[in-house]
């Protein structure tokens, strides 16, 4: 029975000894739901803490990746805070609660969630607002297709997603009437296999153009240019380097400002809770650069519609007819961004089913 | 070891623990120095990760997250526990959480205009009902000889979360939350209180009242004896005119509610609504928390404790070392090929 | 419905179910032999990272391939020996490979994620969509699987020893020996399961890519009652319900695909009720069961 002291003698030990803690402007906590490397949205939030970290002398970066969306992420957090983090990122949608139960639990520590909307005194809540960005995408997509069947791969349908494939609808049906969009959800923001088996059911159908709103680009990319078809990237412009051959454009986040001015505000302990939408005029959104097969005149066409979003231009501006025939917005009409959460439909030349 | 036969007296408790945590700290010592290998191997610090860990625990959060850990296994764990007494091999654990969670979160949404007294109980009960209805079945194929019952929990394992899926992707999918697939919001009156201002909450209670309850009925009561007797030799125990079908579907039904009480308190205290992936595999693991407690009551704790650690480990590394938190299951693995490589051939397991 | 409806079903069913019927066939090899294995997802886990992995380090998914089979051989092989060798109980240690599985391919797969490989290429075939060569390879394989269990005096032997090995200790084999081998030859099928939907399907690795097919394979070995041929058709059936579910959708028309997945399973359970009404098992009588030697 010796060993039981023994053990219990050497736990003691190792907590005697202290590791050298390292003096830290600020310590930032971000958790992913998936790998930094994964070409999209995991990614593009990493570059722009990397980008906060380059812009902060003295900052401490904690991360940690694939973090599933359940209790387990209230652990992860709450470990980043006893490591002394005084700003936490929950980048992944499906994190709020959990975040925000914490901020009650945890006042001196400042809580970014993105893409929901809860809102506390130390709890904000920040995103792009993509839907008028896909404005543009559309319009690349419908000039660039011949079989008119364009193809998207959306992995869970909150309100958002739809939004997006609305406003990708609307961007292509202006330059081209005939276009079509045909939805497949997998269920998951990022499930590999899943995706491959959508990208290819959609090429079955017809499409010569993919575009997606899950977690990571890359497979469906991937299974694109495996089939020589042309593809329009989301979440993060490094995807660009994932399809030599068919790649059009794409949107991508850039976290870096936003992110930047956030831990100088916390620093500087000047943090107000906001709720932060911006897009593409305010730079939160980049456009990717065009690929080599995409003509002088659609890329004109697509800059110049990028132009008018990033003045403010509504895609979601009636009269708008949705896919069952129903009238959504009359002439003049107009569905604000606060709005896109609660869509449940999808505009006429989409096909697929909102509910 | 003496078998919980002989356990008549608290110092006989105390000494059977004591055994089962001697037990617990050499095979754990011997498989930490193995992931410290792998660690090493690696090019990660395996003593800051140890030390790191214990650090975690050691704090009052810590400790009561370990305690919200271990409340579901303590629960699954006796899913399979009470069948084994009577030779029934029970992996249906996973299901029957699923769809203990699944009932009670129909009685949440359904009667949320109950006071939490009377809501809370009816939730539990409806709880216990999902889990007992979805393992009533394998048992009745079992009773009466047509479908082992290993394989037939096994396949009810796929069928439930997706039951689960289509609940909270269609009929009781929220539209308060961009539509994101998970019910409602309980109300207030529906979720378990949590205790301390911690995470803990009493389906930890759940699960030792289920042990003791369990312990009592093996140990001290005619029910206990006759399914051991099962256990032992169920021909010979259906001459002796034991109700040998009557034992093996009531086990059954009692072993699923138990899994289904487990569920309920993960949709109620900790996650307050329904969603899709409810469970990160307790079923599977309280299967692997049984059978490393063997025929011990006290085991159970001690092994679903042992489980809870190696867990806290994995977020304690991932944070301080980037290595992926899947890595820890890693180290139970090797703890428990360790266990497995132990056991000799031909003898009890 | 169109012909092509069907037949973009059809492809990408076989398509997609390709690493479920490597999978499912050496999970059957094994199961013949007495031995359930619980943990083949970890196998195919372990077959898919190392496949992706091996496959980007030299540049050659062939060598992938290879590496994962060898992988998965060596995998099954510890669970071979904890079951066979050392008599351990085979739910908790097919459970605890599991586990293992998990942990060893998140860590050997982890600095891969984002790698970008070139894939098995397609062996194109005029008039039929680009299957790679694992795809093609696989109803042959099933077949041979067939002809080896049924038709040759070690195939009767390795069934034997899953029936009742003191039989086939009695005739003359040695069950244990027996057991080995099948436990190597399921766990090579396993890990090239795993490396098909790494290296050929998705040409990516993520941690738990698998998602479960490890137990659908199980579950099919049931549906096929443990014959290869079956296997075939419920592989087919299996991953038809994910290709059907998705081509509907990008049709245009909605079935709940959670009630479509859940078709496999109830067939499953219903054939189970319906033959064990007979008093027929197909399974093999002394599956589960450890073979002790002659007391």
């Given amino acids: 029975m010796t060993k039981l002291p023994m053990l219990m003698a050497a736990c003691l030990l190792l907590l005697a000894t202290r590791p050298a803690q390292a003096e830290s402007a600020l310590t930032v906590g971000a958790v992913y739901v998936g790998s930094v490397n994964d070409y999209g949205y995991n990614q593009a939030m990493h570059e722009g803490l990397e980008a906060m970290k380059a812009a902060t002398p003295g900052l401490t970066l904690l991360e940690a990746e694939n973090v599933p969306e359940t209790a387990e992420v209230d652990r992860v957090m709450q470990g980043m805070i006893q490591q002394g983090a005084k700003l936490i990122f929950a980048t992944s949608f499906g994190y709020q609660q959990f975040a925000f139960d914490l901020s009650k639990r945890n006042p001196d520590v400042v809580f970014e969630h993105a893409g ?43 309100g958002f997603a739809i939004g997006n494939v609305n406003a990708f609808e609307l961007g292509a049906r202006s330059v081209n ?179 | 070891m003496p078998t919980d036969m002989e356990l008549t007296s608290s110092n006989d408790i105390v000494r059977a623990t004591r055994q089962q945590a001697q037990r617990v700290v050499m095979i754990v010592l011997a498989a930490l120095a193995l992931f410290a290998l792998l660690l090493l191997i690696d090019g990660k610090d395996p003593l800051r990760a140890y030390r790191d860990t214990l650090r975690s625990v050691a704090s009052s959060y810590g400790f009561s997250e370990l305690l919200v850990r271990i409340t579901p296994l303590l629960l699954t764990a006796l899913a ?92 009781w999918r929220s539209s308060d939350s961009a539509s994101y697939p998970q019910s409602p919001a309980f109300v207030d009156a529906a979720r378990l209180p949590s205790l301390f201002g911690t995470r803990m909450h009493p389906g930890l209670f759940y699960g030792f009242i289920c042990l003791a309850i369990y312990g009592f009925v093996m140990r001290r009561t005619r029910w206990g004896l006759e399914m051991r007797a099962i256990g032992g030799n169920s021909e010979a125990s259906a001459r002796l005119g034991i109700p040998v079908s009557g034992y093996m579907i009531t086990a059954m039904a009692v072993a699923g509610g138990i899994a289904g009480v487990a569920g309920m308190a993960e949709v109620s205290a900790i996650q307050g609504r329904l969603v899709a992936n409810l469970s990160p595999g307790y079923g599977y693991m309280g299967f692997l928390v049984a059978w490393l407690a063997g025929r011990s009551i006290v085991g159970i704790p001690v092994m679903a404790f042992l489980f809870a650690v190696v867990s806290s480990m994995g977020d304690v590394l991932q944070i301080t070392q980037r290595v992926p938190y899947a890595v820890v299951n890693l180290l139970m693995a090797v703890i428990l090929l360790i266990v497995l490589g132990q056991r000799k051939k031909g003898s009890a397991r | ?271 189970l009720l319906f033959w064990g009404r007979n008093r027929r098992s197909a399974a093999p009588a002394a599956l589960g069961r450890n073979f002790h030697g002659v007391e």
């Fill in chain 1, 116 to 158: 929901g909307w809860m809102q506390g005194p130390n709890f904000g809540n920040f995103f792009g607002a993509t839907q008028a960005a896909w404005y543009p995408m559309g319009v690349a997509a419908g000039k660039m297709t011949k079989s008119n069947t364009l193809g998207f791969v959306v992995g869970v349908p909150i």
């Fill in chain 1, 177 to 355: 009437p005939k276009a079509q969009v045909r939805v497949v959800v997998t269920g998951s923001w990022s499930d590999k296999t899943k995706e491959t088996a959508a990208a290819n059911a959609l090429i079955d159908q017809g499409a010569d153009v993919l575009t997606m709103h899950v977690d990571s680009p890359a497979t469906i990319i991937r299974a694109a240019e495996n089939h020589g078809v042309l593809s329009i990237g989301f979440q993060s412009v490094a995807a660009r380097a994932l399809a030599p051959k068919g790649w059009i454009t794409g949107l991508g986040f850039n976290w870096g400002p936003f992110m930047t001015a956030t831990a100088k505000s916390v620093m500087a302990h000047e943090f107000k809770p906001a709720m932060v939408r911006e897009g593409l005029g305010e730079g939160m959104l980049a456009v990717a650069p065009f690929g080599a097969k995409v003509p002088k005149d659609v890329q004109a066409l697509v800059n110049a519609a990028v132009e008018k979003v990033s003045k403010g231009y509504n895609p979601f501006t009636g009269p708008i007819t949705d896919n069952k025939g129903v009238v959504r917005l009359k002439e003049g009409e107009s569905l604000g961004g606060d709005k896109m959460g609660g869509l449940d439909w999808y505009v006429a030349g989409v096909i697929g089913e909102a509910k």
């Fill in chain 2, 80 to 171: 399979v526990a009470l069948p084994a007494r009577l030779g029934l091999i029970n992996v249906g654990g996973e299901g029957q959480l699923y769809m203990g969670a699944c009932m009670a979160t129909a009685g949440a949404l359904h009667c949320a205009s109950l006071p939490a007294w009377q809501l809370l109980p009816l939730m539990t009960a409806l709880g216990f009902a999902g889990g007992a209805l979805w393992a009533l079945a394998p048992g009745i194929m079992r009773a009466a000889r047509v479908v082992n019952e290993t394989i037939s929990t096994l396949l009810l394992n796929y069928i439930a979360p997706l039951i689960v899926s289509y609940f909270v992707f269609g009929p």
């Fill in chain 3, 1 to 271: 419905m169109s012909v092509n409806f069907a037949s973009a079903v059809l492809s990408n069913a076989i398509l997609s179910g390709t690493s479920l019927l490597y999978a499912t066939l050496g999970e059957l090899v094994v199961e013949r032999a007495g031995i359930v294995n619980l943990g083949l997802e970890g196998i195919m886990l372990i077959g898919a990272s190392v496949g992706f992995a091996a496959t980007f380090v030299t540049g050659s998914p062939y060598v992938g391939i290879l590496a994962a089979s060898l992988a998965g051989l060596a995998a099954n092989l510890l669970f071979g020996y904890l079951v066979i060798g050392r008599g351990a109980n085979q739910l908790a240690a097919g459970l605890s490979m599991l586990f293992f599985g998990l942990g060893a391919s998140a860590l050997i797969g982890g600095r891969y994620v984002g790698a970008v490989i070139e894939g098995l290429p397609p062996v194109l075939l005029p008039g039929v969509r680009g299957f790679d060569a694992l795809v093609w390879l696989g109803a042959p394989t099933a077949l041979i699987i067939w002809w080896l269990l049924f038709r040759t005096r070690r195939g009767l032997a390795l069934r034997a020893a899953g029936e009742d090995p003191a039989v086939a200790f009695a005739a003359g084999y040695r069950p244990d020996l027996l057991q080995y081998q099948a436990v190597a030859f399921g766990g090579l099928l396993g890990g090239v399961g795993g490396a098909h939907l790494s290296v050929a399907y998705t040409m990516s690795w993520d941690e738990g890519m698998t998602a479960g097919r490890g137990f659908i394979a199980i579950a099919l070995v049931i549906f096929a009652r443990w014959n290869p041929l079956w296997v075939v058709v419920g592989a087919l059936v299996f991953s038809g319900a994910e290709a059907l579910q998705l081509q509907l959708q990008a049709r245009g028309a909605r079935f709940s695909p959670f009630l479509m997945s859940m078709i496999p399973y109830l067939l499953t359970l219903a054939a």
